[in-house]
T-cell receptor, first 112, second 114 residues
Framework: AAGVIQSPRHLIKEKRETATLKCYPIPRHDTVYWYQQGPGQDPQFLIS???????DKGSIPDRFSAQQFSDYHSELNMSSLELGDSALYFC???????????FGPGTRLTVT | AQSVTQLDSQVPVFEEAPVELRCNYS??????LFWYVQYPNQGLQLLLK??????LVKGINGFEAEFNKSQTSFHLRKPSVHISDTAEYFC????????????FGKGTLLTVNP
């Protein structure tokens, strides 16, 4: 069965650079969630989209923005990167109002 | 608002022994509860979920969990663990209505020793 696809899987950036993470949900899923997992930490919710509209917002820095496109894929844009942004970024998708979120493999971002 | 407390950060056990990973939650509304497993350098895989109905939930890989509303707990159990069960386990809660996000506990590292 098709799963959530995230690209790239690994990304290395320098401080103050920008990064774009992409998420392709499971076909027919219309809801996308973004989570950030720092080293040795639990995943923290950043933001979610339902039918291309922002549905919920968590602890997402103002330097980050995200959107969901007409084909339901989502992009997380991160600017003025800081060392503390180094983390594993997960995307999950669901078929609203389904309560089950399916997670992608994550993008590991390293900021040097 | 909801929160999750995983009482043990690390649980070492021997192969074929039973294990229980503890999870307590707090929420002002009805909750939906989940257990996820994360193997090293991998994503999150759903083990099982409680949405409604029977309080004993069975999941993949021989795991099960029991929802206890009076004790606000959702402990994960397996009667006999394998080396391959070594991983980080996260308990998560989601509120009802349009509150879509998952709130995770800090995780429990299960280490199965031979």
């Amino acid at each position: 069965a098709a799963g959530v696809i995230q690209s790239p899987r690994h990304l290395i950036k320098e401080k103050r650079e920008t990064a774009t993470l992409k998420c392709y949900p499971i076909p027919r899923h219309d809801t996308v969630y973004w989570y950030q997992q720092g080293p040795g930490q639990d995943p923290q919710f950043l933001i979610s989209f339902y039918e291309k509209m922002q549905s919920d917002k968590g602890s997402i820095p103002d330097r980050f923005s995200a959107q969901q496109f007409s084909d339901y894929h989502s992009e997380l844009n991160m600017s003025s990167l800081e060392l503390g942004d180094s983390a594993l970024y997960f995307c999950a998708s669901s078929l609203a109002p389904s309560l089950e979120q399916y997670f992608g493999p994550g993008t590991r971002l390293t900021v040097t | 608002a909801q929160s999750v407390t995983q009482l043990d950060s690390q649980v070492p056990v021997f192969e074929e022994a039973p294990v229980e990973l503890r999870c307590n939650y707090s929420s002002s509304v009805s909750v939906y509860l989940f257990w996820y497993v994360q193997y090293p350098n991998q994503g999150l895989q759903l083990l099982l979920k409680y949405l409604s109905g029977s309080t004993l939930v069975k999941g993949i890989n021989g795991f099960e969990a029991e929802f206890n509303k009076s004790q606000t707990s959702f402990h994960l159990r397996k009667p006999s663990v394998h080396i391959s069960d070594t991983a980080e386990y996260f308990c998560a809660v989601r509120g009802g209505g349009s509150n879509y996000k998952l709130t995770f506990g800090k995780g429990t590292l299960l280490t199965v020793n031979p």
